[in-house]
């Protein structure tokens, strides 16, 4: 039970690659299917769907991001891991905001995705607009990671 | 840096050199045919003289002969893969104006081309539908290849033959049982098996003449079906489809011989393709314009810097009259815009977001200074940078030829890797922190490392975030500033005062003011704090902001009540200011992104090459990790990084002073896939 501290840490930075990394590819898969159609019926789109494609697939890799800085801070890469418990909980909870919002803003970005799939196919010019509503979304996401960052550093210097 | 100044061109020529001058302004392409509405201008309505000429079914036409001739290349490319594709870097062959009317010439023979192609294509597709028809068929027969009669064979002078088949497998005895206990009193039959599977028994049942009746009413009682096929015998059939589809296959790999010996043609092809298009558009001003019996009149506009030339062009080689004027004030011309080499990279940036709007700034240069900071960044990394520059600066030497669009984005791509390298050193990152990771793990020194030149934002997050809205905040003052300019130079003085002044007052005023307080500044990370007088001060100009923009902001409105409340509305949008500037906290996390990811893959690589021992091998699998893994987050955060930086130009900074809305100028050019031709 000494060493819960750790767990619930670890836990954090699990959940935070986990369900990220879920939303990304629940994402990075929806839009995908509907790049493929495009291409089907114009292979010279190819490069732009791409990118549209993969648009949501920035907060998995955000969700690793934030894994990967918490797993250096807690030493499961080197160093020490004594981590008390409450600790350990706090790692947890700063994980939270890059994992759920990673997780949402991933699905509901990629429904953007496809919907700008379907503005580029009837109107190829129009890319550069439609890539901004997708970006729309992620902004969300990145402020959460940014929150989880912030978090992360700052509990390295918390005395508890 | 700013937008071409447009005149208005009318040309009047004889209609002899129509056509000549047509061409002629389609080579230059630096003329927008735009053809006033009757009544206006030069035209009156019902004019007895000058009248438009309907030519839709020429251009019909030559529709159709760019469709045929598209369809002949696709056959073509489909036969033999064309090496000459054009691609995004390779751009349009140019061709001289000797050589485009030698081939002009040639056009009938290569339109005979075209259709021959097209007729063996369609050959081709004949031959192989039927191929599979002809392999059913063949199918069908198999059951019965071993019976040598033919299908229909009746019987004999005392005999009746019954030939067909049984669903399902049915044994000998099974058919003998049947027909017994179904036709009791007759002499006997004899059953022969011819062939049997699960699906179907094909047999031959034999009787006398005289029984033939009851057997048949016994057969038909147990499903028994006559054969699908009929003619000759089953054996000679199948020999005569097979030589039929080998005659098909090589008829088919006949034609595609065919076909691939005229892929040597396929350049006569896309010239037909281009040749046609460009007659199409021709003809499509033609339609537009007022013809007399013997003259006609192109108006339209022309950027100022073109005009004299093309006037003076015009008029030596032809008998035609060009006038050059300046438009009206109250006309829409059409918007092109014009820059140095730096600024000029971003104007597809520009455009896709909007034409700027008649009289409208140029916001070029001050997106391009900010694109490339931007960019660099978010990506920061000196050697993700250098790569950028290097595959850039390659594209850019190795294809001249480049269309201008492609080029201008290469170069953007070339410039946002200046900027990418110049923050990767700023931030001390060069493909992560490899330079720390190698030198530990292979040279046991993990005393080297490549240090920042000013800090690492992974060691000093809040320091980073506070430059980042620094940045954020120096773009949109940036964006303020381009609507006091624009407002002053169309003199509404007061209007710049109200929407910019008094928000620069406040919103400055707001920062100055959090920065004497010492919670914001530890916040932040400040060692310096700004001594309290200052506080005053900030305050005194937050209120002339506040209170300007309150009494300010809804003065459209007469109604003093409502011109307060809009005004409080206004106010309001001082919310916007602070997501504007928590929109920049992205350069921190994106940045932290491409060098936390690289690290990850350095890690992962030097795990692995200590877990080996190290030596030649580790550092082999260490290079394969970091190959694959640096390409990756290269990819992925060039991307990132170019779509953010797309967002905060056209957000952030566009909403601030960019309405756009023009109409981008669209000459009379040659609108070509292949091939261009010059004079």
Redesign the interface.
């Known amino acids: 039970m000494e060493n819960l501290g750790l767990f619930f840490a670890l836990l954090g930075a699990a959940l935070s690659a986990l369900v990220a990394g879920a939303g990304s590819a629940v994402g990075v898969g929806r839009a995908g299917q509907a790049a493929a159609g495009l291409v089907t019926d114009d292979p010279s789109q190819f490069s732009r769907a791409l ?1 549209l494609q ?2 949501p ?2 907060q998995g ?2 969700g ?2 934030i894994a ?2 918490t797993l250096t801070q807690i030493g499961i ?1 080197g160093g020490s891991s004594d981590i008390s418990l409450a600790k350990g909980l706090l790692y947890l909870a700063a994980c939270l905001p890059m994992a759920i919002v990673g997780y949402v803003s991933a699905s509901y970005q990629s429904k953007c995705s496809v919907a700008s799939i379907g503005l580029i196919a009837k109107r190829p ?5 439609a ?2 509503f997708p ?2 979304v ?2 969300y996401a ?2 959460a ?2 929150v989880s ?2 978090s992360i ?1 700052g509990i390295a210097n918390v005395n508890i | 840096m700013s937008v071409l100044p447009m005149k208005r061109v009318i040309i009047v020529g004889m209609k002899s050199d129509r056509k000549q001058i047509l061409e002629f302004l389609q080579r230059r392409g630096v003329l927008e045919v735009r053809t006033p509405k009757p009544g206006k201008a030069l035209i009156q309505e019902d004019d007895p003289v000058f009248q438009q000429i309907d030519m839709s079914s020429a251009k019909i036409t030559f529709d159709k002969n760019v469709n045929v001739a598209k369809q002949a290349l696709d056959v073509l490319n489909q036969a033999v893969p064309d090496p000459n594709a054009p691609s995004m870097f390779s751009g349009r062959k140019a061709i001289s104006l000797t050589d485009y009317e030698t081939k002009v010439k040639k056009r009938d023979t290569i339109m005979e081309l075209v259709y021959q192609i097209n007729s063996l294509a369609k050959r081709d597709a004949e031959i192989k539908a039927e191929i599979p028809r002809v392999e059913s068929q063949l199918e069908t027969l198999q059951p019965w290849l071993t019976y040598e009669l033919p299908l229909e064979f009746e019987g004999t002078k005392y005999t009746r033959v019954f030939i067909g088949t049984f669903p399902n497998e049915v044994p000998m005895e099974d058919i003998y049982s049947g027909i017994e206990s179904n036709a009791k009193d007759i002499t006997g039959v004899d059953v022969s098996i011819i062939s049997s599977s699960p699906e179907q028994t094909c047999v031959q049942i034999v009787a006398l003449k005289k029984d033939a009746a009851k057997v048949e009413e016994a057969l038909r009682h147990m499903s028994f079906a006559r054969p699908p096929i009929s003619g000759k015998a089953p054996g000679e059939q199948a020999k005569d489809l097979s030589n039929r589809l080998d005659a098909l296959n090589k008829k088919s790999a006949e034609i595609n011989e065919n076909i691939k010996l005229l892929t040597d043609k396929r350049e006569d092809v896309k010239f037909i393709i281009d040749y046609f298009k460009m007659r199409s558009d021709k003809y499509e001003v033609l339609s537009d314009l007022y013809q007399s019996p013997k003259t006609f009149i192109i108006t339209g506009f022309a950027p100022e810097r073109e005009t004299a030339s093309l006037a003076e062009l015009l008029e030596s080689r032809f008998d035609c009259i060009v006038e050059i004027k300046e438009p009206k004030p109250t006309t829409k011309t059409p918007v092109a815009l014009t820059n140095n080499g730096f600024a000029a990279p971003v104007e597809g940036v520009v455009e896709s977001y909007s034409i700027p709007g008649k009289g409208e700034f140029d916001p070029s240069l001050p997106v391009a200074c900010f694109y490339y900071i931007l960019f660099g960044l978010m990506l920061s990394d000196a050697a993700y940078g250098i790569i950028i520059v290097i595959a850039c600066a390659i594209i850019l030497s190795k294809c001249k030829n480049m269309e201008p669009g492609t080029r201008n984005t290469m170069k953007m791509f070339l410039f946002c890797g200046i900027g990418t390298t110049f923050w990767g050193f700023m931030f001390g990152s060069f493909f992560g922190d490899v330079v720390n990771v190698f030198a530990s793990t292979f040279l046991g020194r993990s005393d080297i490392a490549l240090p920042p030149i000013w800090f690492e934002p992974i060691d000093a997050p809040i320091k980073m975030l506070a430059f980042s809205f620094l940045i954020g905040l120096i773009h949109l003052f940036t964006g303020l500033g381009i609507k006091f300019y624009t407002l002053v130079k169309h003199g509404q003085i007061l209007d710049a005062i109200y929407d910019v002044v008094f928000w620069y007052f406040l919103v400055g005023g707001s920062v100055f003011f959090l920065l004497t307080m010492p919670m914001i500044t530890e916040m932040l990370g400040l060692s310096w704090i700004l001594p309290a007088p200052v506080a005053n001060v900030a305050l005194v100009f937050m209120v002339i902001g506040a209170v300007g923009i309150i009494l300010t902001g809804g003065r459209e409105s007469k109604n003093w009540f409502k011109r307060i409340l809009k005004g409080l509305y206004s106010f309001y949008g001082i919310t916007s200011y602070l997501s504007d500037v928590l929109s920049y906290s992205r350069l921190l996390a994106l940045g932290l992104a491409t060098s936390v990811i690289s690290t990850v893959f350095n890690k992962m690589g030097s795990m692995v090459a200590s877990g080996v021992g190290g030596g030649i091998i580790g550092f082999l699998l260490f290079l394969i990790i970091f190959v694959i893994g640096h390409a990756l987050n290269l990819a992925i955060n060039a991307l990132g990084a170019y779509v953010h930086t797309n967002r905060l130009q056209y957000v952030e900074f566009f909403g601030k002073f960019f309405d756009g809305g023009g109409k981008a100028f669209e000459p009379f050019k040659e609108n070509t896939t292949y091939y261009k031709v010059s004079e």
Request: hydrophobic share 70%; net charge negative; aromatic share 14%.
């Open positions: 990118i993969l648009l697939g920035t890799i955000y690793l991001l990967f800085i890469m010019d129009q890319f550069g607009r890539m901004i970006a729309m992620e902004t990145i402020l990671l940014l960052i912030l550093f």
